[in-house]
Structures are given as structure tokens and as C-alpha cells.
Nanobody, 125 residues
Framework: QVQLVESGGGTVQAGGSLRLSCVAS????????LGWFRQAPGKEREWIAG????????FYANPAKGRFTISRDTAKNTVQLQMTSLKPEDTAVYYC??????????????????WGQGTQVTVSS
């Protein structure tokens, strides 16, 4: 069993930055790949970024490339998502998720085994 707790959401103006953090705990969590998803009102959940169990390989969806950076502290079992140049269309609930597929990290939600409760990110224009 793995538990995930996100933090760092909030409201920011367009062009601003936010840093999301997720603390992972539980059995063998260090072997899991970790990812960030988001879901905007009326839209399907969307994969944003993933990082493998070692933190050495990172993967990004097109909306995140060049603006978001995923990182992982393997000693603390945390994963961060640094978001810059935020746009109103980035407004969504952001979720941290863990997958038993340690590497490479999948981009579809059905491959993820555990989910956090989500944190709201609102970008105002």
C-alpha cells in the first residue's frame, strides 16, 4: 500500500510559477514510478509528467514541455512539479500518482496504482 499527499496548489496570475510537492509513503515506494496528472472541469484526466524510480528518467506531455519540471528526492520519497509560465488553461486539480512500472513511466492513468487526493491550481488571466 502506498499513500500520496500533495501540497503546493493555489492561485497565481498568468505567467507566474507554482511548485507542487507530493510525499509518498508505504511499502517499497522507492521502486515506484511517480507521475503528475491534472483534471480540469468538464475534461478528462490528463497525464502531465512522470519520473522513473531512480529519478534519472523524466517524461513530459506536450503541454508541460519547456514550462514544467519534475524532480524526485529518493531519500525523502518526494516528487515535485515546478511549473513556470503558467497559463489560464493550466487551471485544474493536480494529482500525484504512483505506478508499479518503475521505468519507463507510463502516461496512461490505468497503469497507475495509487493516487493522492489532489491539489487545486488556479491561474487567473
Amino acid at each position: 500500500q502506498v499513500q500520496l499527499v500533495e501540497s503546493g496548489g493555489g492561485t497565481v496570475q498568468a505567467g507566474g510559477s507554482l511548485r507542487l510537492s507530493c510525499v509518498a509513503s508505504g511499502h517499497a515506494v522507492s521502486r515506484y514510478g511517480l507521475g503528475w496528472f491534472r483534471q480540469a472541469p468538464g475534461k478528462e484526466r490528463e497525464w502531465i509528467a512522470g519520473i522513473d524510480w531512480s529519478g534519472g528518467s523524466k517524461f513530459y506531455a506536450n503541454p508541460a514541455k519547456g514550462r514544467f519540471t519534475i524532480s524526485r528526492d529518493t531519500a525523502k520519497n518526494t516528487v515535485q512539479l515546478q511549473m513556470t509560465s503558467l497559463k489560464p488553461e493550466d487551471t485544474a486539480v493536480y494529482y500525484c500518482a504512483a505506478t508499479r512500472y518503475g521505468s519507463p513511466v507510463p502516461s496512461i492513468d490505468v497503469r497507475y496504482d495509487y493516487w493522492g487526493q489532489g491539489t487545486q491550481v488556479t491561474v487567473s488571466s
